[in-house]
């Protein structure tokens, strides 16, 4: 998972400032690095580990300019956190500079990589990001820009949203199934390219549309130009953006995040109605999804966690023991609203089981007479290639539990999940359009060792 940026903007000295803010405003799609690529008379990039405002400050961003810049957040999934894996990848090659920022995982990046080193190419990061360099650097030699992005197409297998800056072009380009999402704005003197919408509205921009699954925008000497380079029959939306990841203030592929978590909390009250006195959310993911929980019953929106916002990145840090240790650190029973009342907790997932299984004792500790769970997506039965961090079957509690095993195993006084019928008629998005894998194990590419059920094959 990351969050990716581009900028164009007619003042050189504002360009890589805007990079900056529309990045802060992805922080919550990469905690773990962060980067910015700027073309001016020369390319210049600056990188650092940690979050936005602490790798960056005033005199390196005012040392940054140039009319066009890229920006990266980090959270791995492919290569291990470190400073040499952190993007935007900066090459220079025959072809010209060549920045890149990537959002996804390749599925057949070993394979790509084996034969570029066979033809001896040498590698300097582990991230799968390298590869789209290598092979965007051989394209470029004889192709032009869209040439080159759909001979890439045909080579890459996963998912790719990019932002690169190749030579004075700033293009964003989304992989024809369009797992990730990548939008287009307008600001003062300029256009913004990002993740999220949310990311435009921070620098004050205009959203202008999605970008297309397929589709490039290609933005040279000022103008703005779409292009569309590949073409699925369906395509891979990623569900579990509108469930988890994206921030509600940002509108993916048409659909307010929004509304699709305040309609899964009203879809999930119709669905599984419980007997209680309130509803909290598991703050923060929970928090829409509770409150359309609550419109739909009648019943109390009464918060019984409280969440401390200052750390955020020490629970995102990857790594089992990283996630147990901080749950009790960010999070706090209202002893007040929960003493003798049933309480129906309302989170949007559960991954692994072991935070929810922490929150369900706290609020027990702090006086509930029952604590009832609710959950805004259908059970996680297997793990996501196209990156979201939750790579093993085996860490995923709903791969091999029942529901009733799994209520058991949070302690819960009662657990239903949303219905896969139920998440589709939220989001809004013709089921065949959705990467639904992490739900159903329906792969919409061949996945080594998993079986595509669209082609019928085991890769
Ligand atoms: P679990 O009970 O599975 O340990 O934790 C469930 C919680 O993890 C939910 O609140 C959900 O929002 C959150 N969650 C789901 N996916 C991720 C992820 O990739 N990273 C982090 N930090 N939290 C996640
Ligand atoms: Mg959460």
Redesign the pocket.
Known sequence: ?CGIVGVYSDDDSLTSRIAYYALFSLQHRGQESAGISVSGEEVRVYKGMGLVNEVFDDKILSRLRGTSAIGHVR?STTGESKLENAQPLFVKSKSGTISVAHNGNLVNYKDLRKNLESDGRVFLTESDTEVIAHLLSSFLLNNDVEEALALLTERLCGSFSLALLLNKKLVGYRDPLGFKPLCVGRIENGYVIASESCAIDSVGGELIRDVKPGEAVIIEGGELRFERIGEAEQKAICV?EYI??ARPDSIIDGRSVYSVRFDIGRTLARESPVDVDIISP?PD??TTSSIGYAFESGIPYIEALIKNRYVGRT??MPGQKS?ELSVQLKMNALKENVRNRRVLLI?????????????VDLVRKAGAKEVHFRVGSPPIISPCYFG???STREEL?ASSKTVEDIRKT?NADSLSYLSLKGLIESVKIEEGDLCLACLTSDYPVEVPGEICLRCSARA
């Open positions: 998972m959270y579990f988890y990841f598991v993911s929970g629970f995102i996630r989170d949007d997932s559960i991954v692994r089981g072991t935070t929810s299984r922490r929150i979201i961090d939750m509690i949070i």
